[in-house]
T-cell receptor, first 115, second 118 residues
Framework: AQSVTQPDIHITVSEGASLELRCNYS??????LFWYVQSPGQGLQLLLK??????LVQGIKGFEAEFKRSQSSFNLRKPSVHWSDAAEYFC?????????????FGTGTRLQVTL | GAVVSQHPSWVICKSGTSVKIECRSL??????MFWYRQFPKQSLMLMAT?????????EQGVEKDKFLINHASLTLSTLTVTSAHPEDSSFYIC??????????????FGPGTRLTVT
């Protein structure tokens, strides 16, 4: 079965600093990978996704992520963090079980931004 | 495009009563809808998958008689929490997957419904 690990429960960065959120997945075939952001009391917003092709994917709000098959990783990065980026970030993988295509989420990383 | 709404956004009910949560795809037809539950400061846990016109498939450990799911049309799924108890208090999020003309690998999420059972 597929799984997603986000090793960092909580990260604090200063505004303007760079950010990298880690995500490792376990899946037998080529995964479909996603990063979502959730503000308090809100639903999920898709930041970016990887299905195939270029392993460096660009997303919204200046985020990017790099798929590294050899490391089973899909880390999220942003060169300069803004205070409004403070939120919960979830990495997710889609498992292909016929037409079910269920999303499996990591446990999330809470990002705090200091001014 | 690909907007999913949920109603209500928050609800408070008394223990023992039932509450219904609606999930609608506003600008696309959803062949499949998913219901998730999220406890405070935790990740999303899939509760069930529903396909239009058929019975929902529940994840292990989810009581299907307590969490009734109906997917009567291609744009509407409902989750009814029956005989709610305080431990059912949670944030419930739905998502929808579109028909073939959109990427079926992607789910579009609703804004969530906060349920508090007193």
């Amino acid at each position: 079965a597929q799984s997603v690990t986000q090793p960092d429960i909580h990260i604090t960065v200063s505004e303007g600093a760079s950010l990298e959120l880690r995500c490792n997945y376990s899946y037998g075939a080529t995964p479909y990978l996603f990063w979502y952001v959730q503000s308090p009391g809100q639903g999920l917003q898709l930041l970016l996704k990887y299905f195939s092709g270029d392993t460096l994917v660009q997303g919204i709000k200046g985020f990017e992520a790099e798929f590294k098959r050899s490391q089973s990783s899909f880390n999220l990065r942003k060169p300069s963090v803004h205070w409004s980026d403070a939120a919960e970030y979830f990495c997710a993988v889609v498992a292909h079980t016929g037409t079910a295509s269920k999303l499996t989420f990591g446990t999330g990383t809470r990002l705090q931004v200091t001014l | 495009g690909a907007v999913v709404s949920q109603h209500p956004s928050w609800v408070i009910c008394k223990s023992g009563t039932s509450v219904k949560i609606e999930c609608r795809s506003l600008d696309f037809q959803a062949t499949t809808m998913f219901w998730y539950r999220q406890f405070p400061k935790q990740s999303l846990m899939l509760m069930a998958t529903s396909n239009e016109g058929s019975k929902a498939t529940y994840e292990q450990g989810v009581e299907k008689d307590k969490f009734l799911i109906n997917h009567a049309s291609l744009t509407l799924s409902t989750l009814t929490v029956t005989s709610a108890h305080p431990e059912d208090s949670s944030f419930y999020i739905c998502s929808a997957r579109a028909r073939a003309w959109r990427d079926v690998r992607e789910q579009y999420f609703g804004p969530g419904t906060r349920l508090t059972v007193t």
